[in-house]
Nanobody, 114 residues
Framework: QVQLVESGGGLVQAGGSLRLSCAAS????????MGWYRQAPGKQRELVAG???????NYADSVKGRFTISRDNAKKTVYLQMNSLKPEDTAVYYC????????WGQGTQVTVSS
């Protein structure tokens, strides 16, 4: 079955950077548009960045200019480079297919201190 394993989170000071990775298995990765989502305490899960099968990207306004999503189809991995982090970026980050979800992974915690 499909498995999504996120990694790379941690504790970082405001203004710092992190690079998240999501390794996928059990699917034909290169035909799936993928996204990074996040869920902060007490809030709904939201899409922060998406990447199409052809590499086109889109971002939530809150992260535009600071986050970059990319994918490596050979490694079946999608990345999220996060720069200029803010305390409001604190959340559990997940990856999944855009639009029609697979089973969610465990996510990776990102905590940004002020």
């Amino acid at each position: 079955q499909v498995q999504l394993v996120e990694s790379g989170g941690g504790l970082v000071q405001a203004g710092g950077s992190l690079r998240l990775s999501c390794a996928a298995s059990g699917l034909i990765f290169n035909i799936n548009p993928m996204g990074w989502y996040r869920q902060a305490p007490g809030k709904q899960r939201e899409l922060v960045a998406g990447i199409s099968t052809g590499g086109s990207t889109n971002y939530a306004d809150s992260v535009k200019g600071r986050f970059t999503i990319s994918r490596d189809n050979a490694k079946k991995t999608v990345y999220l480079q996060m720069n200029s982090l803010k305390p409001e970026d604190t959340a559990v980050y997940y990856c999944n297919r855009l639009g029609s979800y697979y089973v969610w992974g465990q996510g990776t915690q990102v905590t940004v201190s002020s």
